[in-house]
């Protein structure tokens, strides 16, 4: 079974850095690409960072320059270095990872987020 667990979240102040850990555990033979959403209440989760094969990335523009995701493959591990931080990156932070092949399913998983709070 495939488990997708996110770490590192937490309370930082204004200019403040945290960095996430995204670890997918399980009988896994690939990971085509993983990301980091962002939710906050009463707002659809939003793409922040998404790493893909030949570690390729995409970013919100609003955390362009402020945020780099990466990620290793060896440990099926991704990361999202914020720096920066402002009040306005305060969510739940979710990690996704994109068609894992496993001995029985090809498909995504979410994990159950972290949150992150960045106080003003």
């Known amino acids: 079974q495939v488990q997708v667990v996110e770490s590192g979240g937490g309370l930082v102040q204004d200019g403040g850095s945290l960095r996430l850990s995204c670890v997918v555990s399980g009988s896994i033979f690939s990971i085509a690409a993983m990301g980091w959403y962002r939710q906050t209440p009463g707002n659809e989760r939003e793409l922040v960072a998404r790493?893909?094969?030949?570690?390729?990335?995409d970013y919100a523009d609003s955390v362009k320059g402020r945020f780099t995701i990466s990620r290793d493959n060896a440990k099926n591990t991704a990361y999202l270095q914020m720096n920066r931080l402002k009040p306005e990156d305060t969510a739940v932070y979710f990690c996704?990872?994109?068609?894992?092949?496993?001995?029985?399913?090809?498909?995504?998983?979410w994990g159950q987020g972290t949150q992150v709070t960045v106080s003003s």
């Open positions: 996704l990872a994109e068609r894992v092949a496993t001995p029985d399913s090809f498909k995504d998983y």
């Open positions: 790493i893909a094969r030949r570690d390729r990335t």
